[in-house]
């Protein structure tokens, strides 16, 4: 390729000079005939037109296919040395404009891997006003709400009272009829306040008949509200075959507790926040000075529930061992007495009584709360409660709460109003997430592709077993029980359950489900929790469902659960940017590879690690062993707590899981690939990206988290979210990767080749 052409035209420009010399005989005293000027036209427009079309060719194959690859198909005619470097298949010149349009290579990939990878995809994918973070996971989301806005517009076509389809689309169509819920206004809600005790800022509450247990029954019976705990059904961690109740302390209004103790004049979350429940009063009938005392009074006990909440990063949060406290509810009433638990309770397992057994995660929370409601006066209590259920519930009303929802948004989150039928959407996959999923499947994924992954899958399954056996930290018989999990872990869920195109089975899933009305939104909502309820206290006294799936198809995730030990990796993750059939080996590894590699290491991190091959929370490692890995670990939390993005911290305690997790994906998702190499050969090129397939490996694995994030948005993630953000994500685990290293011979101690790495796996 580097030869023949510019030999060829070198000739050509030779030929031109030779008679171009010809024309300069004036000694001769002979000028040109026409005939003869006709045919130097012709041979000097054909010599142009030679090299214009090798110089095509040569700088197409070189650098410039992006900007015209539907010129160039898999039938292009490449000299042979190129042809045996380069794949020129139409899906490997699409793979390379993804990249090259990804890519900035003005950016140095030793200094700042991120911005290398993804500074063209930041600049061609702005953030949108109404989304609050804007990335690979969230843009594709986004397009299948768009097909399923579709699907849920067209009408039902199974159309009996026991079609799921029928349900789906009607919850739906309900939450659509913008004006069937503005005639009902805040009706269903002020009945809900008062069926619930009365309210005092709006007059209608008797201290002298309200009782709180009566109050926090009726919340969580009749309108699905949890107020001072939260309570949820999950398999037993150290009998995972048995289905129990777990207590935990609540989510705050502020989603965490550290918002509640910035200074209240200055910060514009307090601010927004009170701003929002003064607004919501008012439109319920609140005079604006009730409404601010009412504000100032749900913050106020708000931030006493704030003050006796664990944080995010706290032990008792994150560690699965610490959170393990059986007791009965005969216990339970001791620990905190002011609520009626067995009534309680019995929304979830309807034969409770005291001897029933419950998991409290956090025994020293609900003592301090007993303590705090005990000192809190009533009319306080009360309108917590209120304002629990209102902001369940009022987003479900006319388009003045919906506005005032949006506000809160734009100053909690940074982002705009979403369109209406983008929220009802969502709200349906939230509500009846399988049915949707089934709707989905049926029309826009095939299984064609599983086989494939599969065996990417055992590839880096047998890639594990190898680090195992290298492992130092470890001693044999930890080896020995670590190969015995690595050996149990289950992977045959992949895209969606078989289940979801059978209609007599989603029918049946979903028959309590009392989905009615297309103009009756608020009353659908609560007959959608009835059904929910009704299902899981049916699922409650069967034993754990195996093959029960966690998240939805449609959801673009993929996970690892460590009392089932298995990987689920669902339809919405299993299409581009993250994998497609065309792309290729290297970057097949990078993506679908890594993450397969993220989720197996989940089952040896350290939470997972703590439960063993049959998914009980049960000791496997001795104690030398333990030791080790534990200070393994603590290398991940102090190397990425020094990551700092927009002026915020990496919290490296609390993203510890999920480092780890990146990192070790990465790895053993580049030994799999080069594991592979070794087996079939050096993949050909990309056309124009100029990089080997090495090298194309990280810039495909960094440029999954491409992505924008607003500051709103980033706080929250910083103060919460056990990911790091983007662009930590986008360089952290590759700089951890002795690969990355050795590929783009960065110096020691540049950003992406630091001093240390840490060891482990």
């Given at each position: ?52 079309l090798v110089l095509i060719l040569v700088l197409g ?660 979210s056990v990911h790091a953000p983007l662009a930590v994500?986008?360089?952290g685990p590759a700089s951890q990767t002795q690969g ?22």
């Amino acid at each position: 390729m580097s030869e023949s052409p510019h030999e060829n035209a070198n000739e050509m420009e030779m030929d031109f000079n030779s008679k171009t010399n010809l024309t300069e005989p004036k000694q001769e005293g002979r000028r040109w005939t026409s005939r003869e000027k006709c045919l130097g036209f012709v041979l000097f427009f054909c010599a142009v037109a030679v090299v214009l079309l090798v110089l095509i060719l040569v700088l197409g194959v070189y650098g410039l296919v992006h900007i015209f690859p539907s010129s160039l198909t898999s039938q292009t005619t490449l000299p042979p040395r190129a042809a045996s470097l380069y794949c020129m298949t139409q899906e490997c010149i699409k793979s390379a404009d993804a990249i090259l349009s990804n890519i900035n290579v003005s950016v140095d990939p030793c200094e700042d891997f991120f911005r290398f990878s993804c500074d063209g995809w930041l600049k061609k994918n702005p953030i949108p006003d109404s989304q609050s973070s804007w990335n690979n996971f969230n843009l594709f989301d986004k397009k299948i709400k768009s097909k399923n806005k579709e699907i849920l517009q067209k009408p039902s076509e199974r159309n009996s009272s026991e079609s799921f389809e029928r349900k789906v689309k009607l919850l739906y169509l309900s939450c659509m009829d913008t004006n069937a819920i503005d005639r009902v206004g805040a009706k269903p809600l002020l009945e809900a306040i008062s069926k619930a005790g009365g309210w005092k800022t709006i007059g209608t509450w008797d201290q002298s008949n309200w009782s709180l247990r009566d109050s926090v029954t009726t919340l969580l019976y009749d309108y699905f509200v949890q107020s001072f705990v939260g309570i949820s059904m999950k398999a037993d961690d150290k009998s995972p075959d048995v289905n129990i109740i777990m207590i935990n302390q609540k989510r705050l209004g502020m989603r965490d507790r550290e918002y509640y103790f910035e200074n209240e004049t200055e910060s514009k979350f307090i601010k927004g926040y009170k701003t929002y429940m003064t607004t919501l009063a008012e439109l319920l009938g609140a005079t604006k000075e009730n409404a601010t005392d009412f504000a100032n009074e749900v913050f106020d006990f708000e931030r006493e529930l704030a003050n006796i909440s664990f944080p995010s990063d706290a032990p008792e949060n994150l560690d699965p061992s610490l959170r393990y406290n059986k007791i009965t509810v005969e216990d339970l009433h001791s620990l905190l007495p002011q609520i009626n638990w067995t009534q309680i309770l019995a929304t979830i397992d309807v034969e409770v009584d005291r001897r029933t057994a419950v998991i409290v995660f956090n025994k020293e929370y609900m003592t301090k709360l007993s303590a705090l409601i005990d000192r809190t006066d009533s009319s306080i209590l009360s309108q917590y409660l209120v304002w629990a259920l209102v902001q369940k519930h009022a987003v479900t009303l006319s388009k003045e709460f919906e506005k005032a929802r949006d506000e809160f948004r734009r100053t909690f989150y940074g982002a705009g109003p979403k369109e209406r039928w983008e929220k009802c959407v969502t709200y349906v996959g939230n509500m009846m997430g399988d049915g949707l999923s089934s709707l989905y499947i049926r029309k826009h994924f095939s299984k064609e592709s599983k086989e494939e992954i599969i065996d990417m899958i055992k590839d880096i399954l047998q890639v594990y077993e190898e680090r195992i056996d290298q492992l130092t930290f470890m001693d044999d018989p930890t080896k020995k029980n670590a190969k015995a999990k690595l050996e149990a872990i289950q992977y045959k869920k992949i895209g969606f359950p078989d289940f979801m195109l059978n209609d007599t089975h989603m029918d049946l899933r979903y028959r309590q489900y009392e989905i009615k009305c297309s103009d009756c939104h608020f009353q659908n909502k609560i007959d959608a929790f009835r059904g929910a309820r009704a299902y899981q206290q049916e699922e409650f006294k069967k034993p754990v469902d195996k093959e029960k799936w966690f998240l939805k198809p449609i959801d673009v995730n993929a996970y690892y659960s460590s009392k089932h030990n298995e990987m689920v990796f669902l339809a919405g993750i299993l299409q581009p940017p993250f994998y497609a059939p065309y792309f290729t080996r290297a970057m097949k590894y990078a993506s679908i590879g890594m993450i397969v590699g993220h989720e197996i290491t989940h089952a040896f991190d350290k939470r997972g690690s703590q439960y063993d091959k049959d998914g009980k929370l049960q000791n496997w490692w001795t104690n030398e062993s333990r030791k080790a890995y534990e200070e393994a670990t603590e290398c991940f939390s102090t190397y990425f707590s020094k990551y700092e993005v927009s002026g915020f911290q990496v919290n490296g305690e609390l993203t510890v899981t999920e480092n780890t997790a990146d990192t070790v994906g990465l790895r053993v998702g580049y030994a799999a690939y080069k594991t592979w190499v070794s087996r079939n050969g050096p993949e050909k090129m990309l056309p124009g990206v100029n990089r080997t397939p090495e090298e194309l490996f990280f810039i495909a694995n960094s440029a999954l988290w491409c992505g924008h994030t607003r500051l709103e948005r980033l706080k929250l993630s910083i103060l919460s979210s056990v990911h790091a953000p983007l662009a930590v994500r986008g360089q952290g685990p590759a700089s951890q990767t002795q690969g990355f290293a050795e590929t783009y011979k960065c110096g020691l101690g540049s950003p992406m080749t630091p001093a240390k790495i840490c060891k482990i796996f």
